[in-house]
């Protein structure tokens, strides 16, 4: 093949004159810290996910970080999540102090096992945490039946999932409504499918966990200082808690009010490509493509993940690069991180389904600045090194 002359990125966020138009018009309206943007940013979180609390953070790491935090979990204290799945996760469970237990994963479609997640719940389990993988939903019925029946909180890792849905019912949503959904955090990270520079979400439909989460995320003060230095605002503060400093500024939150406006164009244009790339690698030798889950879904398609079962993932990964096209490792095994083994004692062979696609993922390029082209090339690309390989 002729090798394309530009290097395709995995990813690159789509932002244009938009939400230039608004950092601008933040740095002029004299408030870049959280403010008006950050509240209006949280409110068409509500909108678009029907929870009741949305709460704005630095980032989705953040956000995990005070929901454990505002729960109690800490030493003796496990939390049940997916190996297959960003470090994120399993490092703020230890940062807390707590054990992070590991539950399998389905090979094909590199979601959560339920029926795993809920056999590792123990007495001391404090919460699962489920990963909508790649941006489809996990199975959430039996996770959630299991979290009710231990009474543990599900939260939804749904750090790729903006605009997924699982039976109808958005990432983060009520399961009918006016009934309490589960805890959910989301990204916006560079790479994900709506980006603020760096930020999260919080949503929630507990009133006092999310006045704790407001709490925690700025220095453990309930008002802000956009409440106390607005207008009105008074200057006095207490703190009942010491909290972080994990809050979103407006500056960020201007973006994300126009990357939402934006979301369905966006995830519509993701779906486009990912259709492109199942049609294009469809019956390849020794590519296993991803595979949908058995229930009604929309998915977010913020990953495309292949498993190359013939050419070593790595050379695989070499060979795109000589081609002039990124890849990515979306995830090494969370049980096999060294700190994980050696502070958890986890080790290989525990989770056979998950190792054996970890060795096996690579990530194609997928965003919505991408042609069919782009994708048609890489799907060439793909089919050139596996026949080379198999020479
Ligand atoms: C599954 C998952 N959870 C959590 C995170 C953490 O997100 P953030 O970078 O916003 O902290 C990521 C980020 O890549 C992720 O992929």
Redesign the pocket.
């Known amino acids: 093949m002729k090798i394309r002359p530009d290097f395709l990125p995995l990813s690159r966020p789509a932002l244009g004159a938009e939400e230039e138009a608004a950092v601008v018009a933040c740095l002029r309206s004299g408030w870049i810290t959280s403010g008006p943007k950050v509240q209006e940013l949280e409110r068409v979180f509500r909108g678009a996910t029907g929870a009741p609390h949305a709460v704005a953070v630095a980032?989705?790491?953040?956000?995990?970080h005070i929901v454990l935090a505002a729960l109690g979990i800490g030493p003796g204290d496990e939390v049940v999540t997916p190996s297959m799945?960003?470090a994120?996760?399993v490092n703020q469970v230890a940062l807390r102090g707590a054990a992070p237990v590991f539950a399998e994963c389905d090979y094909g479609t590199l979601q959560v096992v339920p029926g795993d997640l809920a056999a590792k719940i123990t007495p001391r389990t404090k919460a699962v945490i489920p990963?909508?993988?790649a941006g489809a939903p996990a199975d959430l019925d039996p996770i959630r039946a299991a979290a009710d029946r231990a009474g543990v909180p599900v939260i939804e890792?749904a750090?790729?999932a903006i605009g997924a849905s699982y039976k109808g019912i958005p990432a983060g949503g009520p399961p009918s409504p006016g009934k309490p959904g589960n805890i959910a955090?989301f990204?916006?990270?560079p790479?994900?499918n709506i980006t603020t520079g760096?930020?999260?979400m919080v949503t929630c439909y507990d009133d006092d966990l999310a006045a704790r989460l407001r709490s925690l995320r700025f220095h453990g003060i309930e008002r802000d200082a956009w409440k106390r230095y607005g207008k009105g605002g008074t200057p006095h503060y207490d703190i009942r808690e010491p909290g972080y400093k994990y809050n979103l500024t407006d500056l960020h939150a201007a973006v994300g009010v126009v990357q939402m406006g934006k979301l369905a164009a966006l995830n519509g244009r993701r779906a486009e490509l990912a259709k492109r790339y199942l049609a294009g690698l469809r019956g390849v030798a020794g590519i296993d493509l991803p595979e949908e889950p058995p229930y009604p879904h929309v998915h977010s398609r913020h990953l495309f993940i292949v498993k190359s079962a013939r050419v070593e993932r790595d050379e695989m990964i070499a060979a795109l690069a000589e081609r002039n096209v990124g890849a990515g490792l979306?995830?090494p095994p969370c049980h096999l991180l060294s700190f994980v083994r050696e502070r958890f004692g986890a080790k290989e062979g525990d989770l056979p389904q998950t190792e054996r696609a970890g060795k096996r993922i690579l990530s194609l390029p997928l965003f919505p600045g991408m042609s069919l082209d782009d994708v048609d090339y890489v799907c060439e690309a793909v089919r050139e090194i596996v026949s080379e390989a198999a020479r």
């Not at 980032?59 to 995990?64: N, R, V």
Request: negative net charge; glycine residues 12%.
């Open positions: 980032s989705a790491t953040a956000g995990l799945t960003f994120s996760t990963v909508h993988f890792d750090a790729h955090v990204s916006f990270h790479i994900k760096e930020g999260g979306h995830f």
